[in-house]
Each structure stands twice: as C-alpha cells, then as structure tokens.
C-alpha cells in the first residue's frame, strides 16, 4: 500500500520547537518512503481553538518548506464522519450512553477501594454498561466504547491487553480495559473526542503511518481498540522523542513554550532535526539543500534496518 502519513497539530497556537520536531519526523518520514504528506487540522476541541491559529501554522510550515500533498482539511468539518462511525459503534453493541461525571467516576471507584494517583488516568468502572442497568439519569452526557474484547493479547496475558510495535520505541503494550476502561467517543458537551476523530480521519484518509510526539504514545492502544471495533486497518507507528522545558517537563503551549522565530527557517529546523539525531547542514547551506540532505539521510536508516528507525544516542 503507497505511503500516506500526516501532521495533525492543534490550532491552540503556533508551532513551538516541540511541535517543529514531530513535523519535521512526519515530513522526512513520508519523503523517504517517497509517499504523499498530508496536514490535518485537529481543531475538534473548539473551545481550546484561538482563533487565526491553524492558518498561522500552515504558514509556519510553508516557511520551514513542509508543504502537504494534498489539501489540509479541519476536524471541525468532518463530523459527518465522526457521527457514522458512532453509529456503527452503536449498531455493533460496542457504545452505549453514559450520564456520569468525573465526580462520578472518582466516588466508585473508591468505594472499590481505588484512589487515583495524582497526574494518572481515572479509570472507567463501567457504571453505565447495559448489564450495569445502563445510564443513572434520563439525559446522557456522552457516548463511551466498551474496550474489552477487542485486544491480541498473548496466552496467559489478561485478555485486554493491546500488543503493537512502536518504530522507535519498540514493543509497547497496555491493558486497555484496567488502565483506561471504557472510553469516551462523544463528549457531554456534544463534541466529539480526540480518539474516535483521530481514527475515523485516519482510515478517511488512508494515512499507512502515524508519526508523531511520544507524548501522544499512550493514545495508540486506545486508538488499535477503536480501529478493531470498526474493522479499520491499523497504521505503522513512530513516536519521536521530545523537547523538554527548563523544568524537565515537555515543551508545550501549556508551559509557555515561545513560537517559532521563522524569518530565517533554517536554525529551527536544524535544532528539531538534531533532537531526531541527524547532523546539522553546512554553513549557509540553502533550506531546500537541508531538507534534501536530511531526506536523504532518513532514507539511509530506512534502508539499514526498515521496519525501524534507528535510535541515536540523543533518541
């Protein structure tokens, strides 16, 4: 199948060196495999969006020469998409309606005697399943997907634990069902959740792999779960290590990281392609010269081990 990979950053403001790198690793991995790059805008949470955002962005990566393929295209115009995919879920038994709070949540699973650890996911119990008695109020919040079953777990596992191979980070797994429970595909608020527009669009888009900010890594067991409950193919993953603020912490627009000074591209470019472990082009080298000899050298990992990347020291 030809390659098709994207870049699907959130309009919540510009591209900082963070959100440079896992661009820049989507671009240099879709030109190696001389496949096709798209851009998609993921402005699904619209109340996170600022406005004017996602055309900056567009332009930052115009200045840093990442020009997509194809048209971009903007989640907040695609629930169509999202609402067919729900209904399948629905029609195979796979969601169901759900009234609770996260207050909710909190309350049984302490009276199981589970207490969340700062910063750690709040499990679902399942207090709304149909076996359950279905949803506690007349009102539903939200649509959730039943996460069980659904998993390649290998003999003797738990039966809900989710196997795939991370480019980078090699073998990856996770028990969907403990971890996480049963997840949100529609929200309270009527907006649709990252999960389920994330892999509706990708199957839309026939996007064969996924590279992006490790950040994101603990998303993809989620998303295999999803893609299995749909019958939809499942991409080949690359997580791409991250940019770290003063205080350890991941550079992000939550901990006030600076956007990208691009009058002259290139010293951005070449910080986010030494974060990926490639060398830094020559003195006053021309930015299409950068970008091709980066390609080249992304090509040249390909071709010593491909099903990986490489990881350098820095990685």
């Given at each position: 199948?030809?390659?098709?990979?994207?870049?699907?950053?959130?309009?919540?403001?510009?591209?900082?060196?963070?959100?440079?790198?896992?661009?820049?690793?989507?671009?240099?991995?879709?030109?190696?495999?001389?496949?096709?790059?798209?851009?998609?805008?993921?402005?699904?949470?619209?109340?996170?969006?600022?406005?004017?955002?996602?055309?900056?962005?567009?332009?930052?990566?115009?200045?840093?020469?990442?020009?997509?393929?194809?048209?971009?295209?903007?989640?907040?115009?695609?629930?169509?998409?999202?609402?067919?995919?729900?209904?399948?879920?629905?029609?195979?038994?796979?969601?169901?309606?759900?009234?609770?709070?996260?207050?909710?949540?909190?309350?049984?699973?302490?009276?199981?005697?589970?207490?969340?650890?700062?910063?750690?996911?709040?499990?679902?119990?399942?207090?709304?399943?149909?076996?359950?008695?279905?949803?506690?109020?007349?009102?539903?919040?939200?649509?959730?997907l039943r996460a069980d079953g659904l998993a390649n777990a290998a003999p003797g596992e738990p039966a809900d634990v989710v196997r795939w191979?991370?480019?980078?980070?090699?073998?990856?797994?996770?028990?969907?069902?403990?971890?996480?429970?049963?997840?949100?595909?529609?929200?309270?608020?009527?907006?649709?959740?990252?999960?389920?527009?994330?892999?509706?669009?990708?199957?839309?888009?026939?996007?064969?792999?996924?590279?992006?900010?490790?950040?994101?890594?603990?998303?993809?067991?989620?998303?295999?779960?999803?893609?299995?409950?749909?019958?939809?193919?499942?991409?080949?993953?690359?997580?791409?290590?991250?940019?770290?603020?003063?205080?350890?912490?991941?550079?992000?627009?939550?901990?006030?990281?600076?956007?990208?000074?691009?009058?002259?591209?290139?010293?951005?470019?070449?910080?986010?392609a030494g974060r990926l472990g490639l060398p830094a082009p020559p003195a006053h080298a021309p930015l299409a010269d950068a970008l091709a000899?980066?390609?080249?050298?992304?090509?040249?990992?390909?071709?010593?081990?491909?099903?990986?990347?490489?990881?350098?020291?820095?990685?």
């Amino acid at each position: 199948m030809p390659y098709r990979g994207r870049f699907a950053p959130s309009p919540t403001g510009p591209l900082h060196a963070g959100s440079l790198v896992a661009a820049l690793a989507s671009w240099l991995d879709a030109r190696a495999h001389a496949g096709r790059w798209l851009v998609r805008i993921e402005d699904v949470d619209t109340p996170r969006c600022q406005p004017g955002a996602d055309r900056f962005i567009l332009e930052q990566l115009a200045r840093c020469g990442l020009t997509p393929d194809e048209p971009p295209v903007w989640q907040s115009r695609r629930g169509a998409i999202y609402q067919r995919a729900l209904e399948q879920l629905i029609a195979a038994g796979r969601a169901y309606p759900c009234t609770c709070s996260r207050k909710d949540i909190e309350h049984a699973l302490a009276a199981r005697g589970i207490v969340r650890e700062r910063g750690a996911e709040l499990p679902y119990p399942g207090t709304c399943r149909p076996e359950n008695g279905g949803p506690r109020a007349v009102n539903p919040r939200a649509w959730r997907l039943r996460a069980d079953g659904l998993a390649n777990a290998a003999p003797g596992e738990p039966a809900d634990v989710v196997r795939w191979q991370d480019r980078r980070l090699g073998p990856q797994q996770q028990d969907v069902a403990q971890a996480v429970g049963d997840f949100v595909l529609q929200r309270a608020d009527g907006l649709w959740a990252y999960q389920l527009a994330v892999v509706a669009d990708d199957a839309a888009q026939g996007i064969t792999h996924v590279v992006r900010g490790q950040d994101l890594a603990d998303n993809t067991p989620r998303q295999i779960v999803l893609q299995r409950a749909l019958g939809l193919p499942q991409p080949a993953y690359l997580h791409t290590p991250l940019v770290l603020a003063a205080d350890g912490q991941k550079l992000s627009k939550q901990n006030g990281a600076r956007a990208l000074q691009l009058d002259d591209p290139l010293p951005a470019l070449t910080a986010a392609a030494g974060r990926l472990g490639l060398p830094a082009p020559p003195a006053h080298a021309p930015l299409a010269d950068a970008l091709a000899s980066w390609v080249g050298q992304w090509a040249a990992l390909l071709r010593g081990k491909p099903a990986t990347i490489i990881s350098s020291p820095r990685w």
